[in-house]
T-cell receptor, first 121, second 107 residues
């Protein structure tokens, strides 16, 4: 079965850092682009970042550009989101999500269970 | 950024009835439109992609149509498990954007 398992969430203070991980199993990880999407009660679903199969093409939402860094290790079937200079507005449940197989940008056919990030003093 | 607007915010429907949800894009997204279903405490689930293609395992009572800026998701006969929040997402342009959601509740 396809599984995506996020970890690394928690409570941090504004300005601090956190590293989220997404462990994949049940599919050929290196063949799929993976995204991070976050969700808050107030702002709904927000796309955060995307990485292609090789890790050479990475995109970020303007709200996180320059603060977040996405990477992947295909040998370890894992994805990493380094989040620096965290702000209160980064508080959300963070999901990693697999893009549907195919060329070009695709929607997400599998999602993890999410990990909660809370930024508060 | 393409703004996705969903209507209505809440839809009250009786089991067995038809539900029609709308999603409008602020500019054309061609047919690069997906619909997701989300239940409390769960991640979203892909229902429809490319505006009208059902994802694997999705029942035939779910159908999508539209192109350009106007899209609809129809649930032909609501089952108890269909009461949830539904989101549309465009993936034609960066940044990818989602609508604010439509909650389908029991009437």
């Amino acid at each position: 079965d396809v599984q995506l398992v996020e970890s690394g969430g928690g409570l941090v203070k504004p300005g601090e850092s956190l590293r989220l991980s997404c462990a994949a199993s049940g599919f050929t990880f290196s063949s799929y682009s993976i995204n991070w999407v976050r969700q808050t009660p107030g702002t709904g679903l927000e796309w955060v970042s995307a990485i292609d199969t090789s890790g050479t093409s990475i995109s970020y939402a303007d709200s996180v550009k320059g603060r977040f860094t996405l990477s992947r290790d295909n040998a370890k079937n894992s994805l990493y989101l380094q989040m620096n200079s965290l702000r209160a507005e980064d508080t959300a449940v963070y999901y990693c999500a697999r893009e549907l197989f195919g060329s070009g940008t695709r929607p997400y056919d599998y999602w993890g269970q999410g990990t909660l990030v809370t930024v508060s003093s | 950024e393409i703004v996705m607007t969903q209507s209505p915010a809440t839809l009250s429907v009786s089991p067995g009835e038809r539900a029609t949800l709308s999603c409008r894009a602020s500019q054309s997204v061609n047919s690069k439109l997906a619909w997701y279903q989300q239940k409390p405490g769960q991640a979203p689930r892909l229902l429809i992609y490319d505006a009208s293609t059902r994802a694997t395992g999705i029942p035939a009572r779910f159908s999508g149509r539209g192109s350009g800026t106007e899209f609809t998701l129809t649930i032909s006969s609501l089952q108890s498990e269909d009461f949830a929040v539904y989101y549309c997402q465009q993936y034609n342009n960066w940044p990818l954007t989602f609508g604010g959601g439509t909650k389908v509740e029991i009437k």
